[in-house]
C-alpha cells in the first residue's frame, strides 16, 4: 500500500492522489500513544461484557469464543452501546492530526465528522462474518463526497484482519449493483465485476486510511486463534453538502435503542454533544432501496435452504418479532425448515 506522507503538506497533490487511486495512507498520523489509551478504554467495556477471556490482561483483547457475536445480533449491541458511551471514543474522531487531515482531504470550509461514530470489534475464528467487498455509499448515503477515516486501535497486522482497498474503483462516479452478504452492511458487489489488485498493509498502530464513499473495500478475515479486532471507522464532509438523517443517530441505535441523551449521561464535558446542532445542515431522508433490496433477496434465498440468509433472517426474527418483516422471517424460516 503506498503511502502519502510526502504529501501530507500539500493538499493539491492529496487531492490528485484521491481523484486517480481514490485513498489515501498515512504512516503513524495519529499518536499511538492516544490510541492504547483508547484501547484500553474500549477492551475494559469488552472484558465486562463478558468477549473477553477473565483473567487476561485486558489491552491484548483475547476473546471468549463463546461470546462470538457480531452487528445485528441482540448480544452485539448490549455490549457495543456501552463502547458508544465512551466520551474518549467520540472525542478521537475530534483529534486534531485527524481534523487537520481531514480539512484538506475536503477542501471546502468547515469539516464536519459525523455524529453516527462507528467502533469495528471482529472476533476471531469467525471468518464467514468478515465485511464484504462495498461502497460506504449504500450505507451513508448523502453525498459522493463523504470520506471514510479507517484506523486500527493498536497494531493490526494482515491476520487480524485490516482493511484492503481496490484503487481506482471509485471510477466511473456511480454506484456498483450489491446484493445480500453476511457480514457488516449486509450488502456486497459481486467481485468478478471488479478489476485491479487489492491493496493492503500490515496496519500498526496510527496508521490512517482515508478513501472516497465509492472506493470499494473490504475487510479481511481475522485468522488470529484469539485475538479480538479493533478499529475506528468515522465519516467526514463539508457542512455545505447533504448529509443523510441516519449519520445523525447513535451508530446500531436502529437495531437496539439508543439516545444520545444516554450516549452523553457520564461524560464530564459537555463540548463535543450536539456539536452539529451548531450547523444549518441538508439533511437527507434515507435512502432505503438497499435494505429492502437485502432482505427481499434474503427472503428468496432462505426459500431455496440458503444457510446464510437463514442466518440473518433469524436475527431479525429474534430482534423484532412483531414487525410485518419479523414475522416474514419467521414464515419464511418455518417454511423452509430452517427455524
Known amino acids: 500500500m503506498s503511502t502519502a506522507n510526502d504529501a501530507l503538506h500539500d493538499p493539491e497533490e492529496l487531492h490528485r492522489r484521491l481523484a486517480d487511486v481514490g485513498y489515501l495512507f498515512f504512516k503513524g498520523l495519529q499518536d499511538a500513544d492516544r490510541l492504547h489509551d483508547l484501547r484500553h478504554d474500549i477492551l475494559a467495556q469488552l472484558m465486562a461484557g463478558g468477549w473477553l477471556v477473565a483473567g487476561t490482561n485486558v489491552d491484548d483483547g483475547i476473546a471468549d469464543i463463546e461470546a462470538q457475536c457480531t452487528e445485528g445480533d441482540p448480544e452485539y449491541t448490549?455490549?457495543?452501546?456501552?463502547?458508544?458511551?465512551?466520551?474518549?471514543?467520540?472525542?478521537?474522531?475530534?483529534?486534531?492530526?485527524?481534523?487537520?487531515?481531514?480539512?484538506?482531504?475536503?477542501?471546502?470550509?468547515?469539516?464536519?465528522?459525523?455524529?453516527?461514530?462507528?467502533?469495528?470489534?471482529?472476533?476471531?475464528?469467525?471468518?464467514?462474518?468478515?465485511?464484504?467487498?462495498?461502497?460506504?455509499?449504500?450505507?451513508?448515503?448523502?453525498?459522493?463526497?463523504?470520506?471514510?477515516?479507517?484506523?486500527?486501535?493498536?497494531?493490526?497486522?494482515?491476520?487480524?484482519?485490516?482493511?484492503?482497498?481496490?484503487?481506482?474503483?471509485?471510477?466511473?462516479?456511480?454506484?456498483?449493483?450489491?446484493?445480500?452478504?453476511?457480514?457488516?452492511?449486509?450488502?456486497?458487489?459481486?467481485?468478478?465485476?471488479?478489476?485491479?489488485?487489492?491493496?493492503?498493509?500490515?496496519?500498526?498502530?496510527?496508521?490512517?486510511?482515508?478513501?472516497?464513499?465509492?472506493?470499494?473495500?473490504?475487510?479481511?478475515?481475522?485468522?488470529?486463534?484469539?485475538?479480538?479486532?479493533?478499529?475506528?471507522?468515522?465519516?467526514?464532509?463539508?457542512?455545505?453538502?447533504?448529509?443523510?438523517?441516519?449519520?445523525?443517530?447513535?451508530?446500531?441505535?436502529?437495531?437496539?435503542?439508543?439516545?444520545?441523551?444516554?450516549v452523553y449521561a457520564d461524560w464530564k464535558s459537555d463540548e463535543l454533544q450536539y456539536y452539529w446542532q451548531a450547523f444549518d445542515l441538508d439533511v437527507m431522508a434515507k435512502q432505503m432501496q438497499w435494505i429492502d433490496q437485502l432482505n427481499a433477496e434474503a427472503l428468496e434465498r432462505a426459500a431455496g435452504g440458503d444457510v446464510h440468509a437463514a442466518h440473518h433472517l433469524r436475527r431479525l426474527a429474534r430482534r423484532e418479532p412483531h414487525s410485518d418483516l419479523g414475522r416474514r422471517a419467521s414464515k419464511a424460516l418455518e417454511a423452509a425448515g430452517l427455524l
Request: net charge negative; glycine share 6%.
Open 78 to 262: 448490549d455490549v457495543y452501546h456501552k463502547v458508544q458511551r465512551l466520551e474518549s471514543f467520540h472525542r478521537s474522531a475530534h483529534w486534531p492530526e485527524v481534523l487537520e487531515v481531514m480539512t484538506k482531504v475536503i477542501g471546502d470550509g468547515t469539516v464536519l465528522p459525523h455524529p453516527q461514530k462507528i467502533c469495528r470489534l471482529w472476533f476471531p475464528q469467525y471468518t464467514e462474518h468478515t465485511t464484504p467487498t462495498h461502497q460506504d455509499y449504500v450505507h451513508f448515503q448523502g453525498s459522493f463526497d463523504t470520506y471514510t477515516c479507517w484506523a486500527p486501535v493498536g497494531d493490526c497486522p494482515i491476520e487480524l484482519g485490516g482493511l484492503a482497498v481496490l484503487p481506482g474503483s471509485h471510477l466511473p462516479r456511480q454506484i456498483k449493483p450489491h446484493h445480500f452478504s453476511l457480514g457488516a452492511g449486509l450488502l456486497a458487489i459481486d467481485e468478478s465485476d471488479l478489476s485491479g489488485d487489492w491493496h493492503t498493509t500490515n496496519y500498526e498502530a496510527g496508521d490512517t486510511l482515508i478513501f472516497n464513499s465509492l472506493l470499494a473495500h473490504r475487510a479481511l478475515p481475522n485468522e488470529t486463534a484469539d485475538r479480538m479486532r479493533v478499529s475506528l471507522d468515522n465519516r467526514y464532509q463539508s457542512v455545505h453538502i447533504p448529509i443523510a438523517e441516519q449519520m445523525l443517530t447513535p451508530h446500531l441505535s436502529g437495531v437496539a435503542p439508543l439516545s444520545w441523551d444516554e
